[in-house]
């Protein structure tokens, strides 16, 4: 799939502000994070100097990164009603009617959900064959599960939990019961992972099934803690033309420029905004896209590293993200700048492949 497709709305209704903040709280606490802002983890831009360092000699898990929404899922049972609940980046909270979790081992009539669970996911569009678009959530990480903390577990044992106490059991009550689950507005389904050195098993087998978008590969260390903020143990590769980067837009205003200049402006913190560059726009695309919008200043923009585009701008716009409260802050748009720099296309990357699945075996004293 080629066409980026615009990012999926979230189902659900925003929780008030006040109700909103008593989650945030019940979240800091359940994670343990001391804290009420989003405690999801962010990856770092796969540099190959660094990355081929830590995949060389620390295990890593890897799987697609896919091109969607991400969230995290806190689900309740609260006065004997389950409840599910989506946290955004922006630390803003939806409630999703008529979607429940239920708790594993049990049989029908389910009595048990899920309770102070809170796990990692991304809502993608999935398109059918026949057109129909169908919203997945696919779980990838795991925070708490009805209340055990389990952030400082190996990745691969929170993804044991997410996947036996939380997607199985949704999926078998899927499964048992279709009507009820026909009236949900997404399927829940546990996102694949493999050893670091298997990514021609993602490529091959993983990517081409695929009914949504994918725009790289997501490393994890698999013995590394989840880290909630910017985490080094889990590494972004795209390759060098798809390395994108959020920014805040002004529109510059001249009698003597048509169409208009679009500035660029980096993050950094607060609500400071420096220019950072000028987007490569040719005049079409104002006209295809930014004229008929009444206005879109203070706007967050996906734009894509294309320096063949426009010359000399490279920054060309993807879409809107208006999921995102901020553009990427200075210091991550310094590190995507640093891969797009020190990166490493597919075929560089499947070549170490044999390297990195050899030194894995030495590690874990597994046969070659």
Same mark, same amino acid.
């Given at each position: 799939?080629?066409?980026?497709?615009?990012?999926?709305?979230?189902?659900?209704?925003?929780?008030?502000?006040?109700?909103?903040?008593?989650?945030?709280?019940?979240?800091?606490? #359940?994670?343990?994070?001391?804290?009420?802002?989003?405690?999801?983890?962010?990856?770092?831009?796969?540099?190959?100097?660094?990355?081929?360092?830590? %995949?060389?000699?620390?295990?890593?898990?890897?799987?697609?990164?896919?091109?969607?929404?991400?969230?995290?899922?806190?689900?309740?049972?609260?006065?004997?009603?389950?409840?599910?609940?989506?946290?955004?980046?922006?630390?803003?909270?939806?409630?999703?009617?008529?979607?429940?979790?239920?708790?594993?081992?049990?049989?029908?009539?389910?009595?048990?959900?899920?309770? &102070?669970?809170?796990?990692?996911?991304? %809502?993608?569009?999935?398109?059918?064959?026949?057109?129909?678009?169908?919203?997945?959530? %696919?779980?990838?990480?795991?925070?708490?599960?009805?209340?055990? &903390? #389990?952030? &400082?577990?190996?990745?691969?044992?929170?993804?044991?939990?997410?996947?036996?106490?939380?997607?199985?059991?949704?999926?078998?009550?899927?499964?048992?019961?279709?009507?009820?689950?026909?009236?949900?507005?997404?399927?829940? /389904?546990?996102?694949?992972? /493999?050893?670091?050195?298997?990514?021609?098993?993602?490529?091959?087998?993983?990517?081409?099934?695929?009914?949504?978008?994918?725009?790289?590969? #997501?490393?994890?260390?698999?013995?590394?803690?989840?880290?909630?903020?910017?985490?080094?143990?889990?590494?972004?590769?795209?390759?060098?033309?798809?390395?994108?980067?959020?920014?805040?837009?002004?529109?510059?205003?001249?009698?003597?420029?048509?169409?208009?200049?679009?500035?660029?402006?980096?993050?950094?913190?607060?609500?400071?905004?420096?220019?950072?560059?000028?987007?490569?726009?040719?005049?079409?695309?104002?006209?295809?896209?930014?004229?008929?919008?009444?206005?879109?200043?203070?706007?967050?923009?996906?734009?894509?590293?294309?320096?063949?585009?426009?010359?000399?701008?490279?920054?060309?716009?993807?879409?809107?993200?208006?999921?995102?409260?901020?553009?990427?802050?200075?210091?991550?748009?310094?590190?995507?700048?640093?891969?797009?720099?020190?990166?490493?296309?597919?075929?560089?990357?499947?070549?170490?492949?044999?390297?990195?699945?050899?030194?894995?075996?030495?590690?874990?004293?597994?046969?070659?």
């Amino acid at each position: 799939m080629s066409a980026h497709v615009p990012i999926p709305d979230i189902p659900g209704v925003r929780v008030p502000f006040e109700e909103t903040k008593s989650l945030r709280r019940r979240v800091g606490d #359940i994670a343990n994070t001391g804290k009420f802002t989003f405690p999801g983890s962010q990856p770092v831009s796969f540099t190959k100097t660094q990355a081929m360092a830590e %995949l060389m000699t620390s295990d890593y898990l890897v799987c697609e990164k896919s091109d969607g929404v991400r969230v995290l899922v806190l689900m309740l049972f609260d006065k004997d009603m389950p409840q599910t609940f989506f946290a955004t980046r922006k630390n803003e909270y939806f409630y999703v009617r008529n979607v429940a979790f239920p708790a594993p081992y049990q049989k029908t009539p389910y009595e048990k959900y899920h309770h &102070n669970t809170l796990i990692d996911a991304e %809502l993608v569009v999935d398109v059918e064959a026949d057109g129909r678009r169908v919203m997945k959530l %696919l779980g990838f990480d795991a925070l708490v599960i009805n209340g055990k &903390n #389990i952030m &400082n577990h190996p990745l691969d044992r929170r993804l044991d939990y997410l996947n036996r106490h939380v997607i199985a059991p949704y999926q078998e009550m899927c499964r048992t019961c279709p009507t009820y689950c026909r009236g949900q507005p997404f399927m829940a /389904e546990f996102k694949r992972f /493999e050893n670091s050195f298997a990514v021609q098993t993602i490529q091959r087998e993983v990517i081409p099934k695929l009914k949504h978008e994918s725009d790289g590969l #997501i490393f994890t260390s698999r013995v590394a803690p989840y880290t909630p903020g910017t985490c080094n143990k889990i590494m972004k590769w795209k390759p060098a033309g798809e390395n994108s980067i959020d920014f805040r837009v002004r529109v510059i205003a001249s009698s003597t420029t048509s169409p208009p200049e679009i500035e660029l402006l980096a993050w950094h913190g607060g609500n400071d905004y420096h220019p950072f560059a000028k987007m490569a726009m040719r005049p079409e695309d104002w006209d295809r896209t930014f004229s008929r919008i009444s206005s879109f200043n203070g706007s967050v923009v996906e734009v894509s590293y294309t320096p063949d585009y426009c010359p000399p701008h490279v920054w060309k716009f993807m879409r809107f993200r208006n999921d995102k409260p901020h553009g990427n802050h200075i210091s991550v748009v310094d590190k995507i700048i640093a891969s797009i720099n020190d990166s490493m296309e597919l075929d560089e990357l499947l070549a170490e492949m044999p390297r990195i699945r050899t030194e894995w075996m030495k590690r874990n004293n597994a046969p070659l």
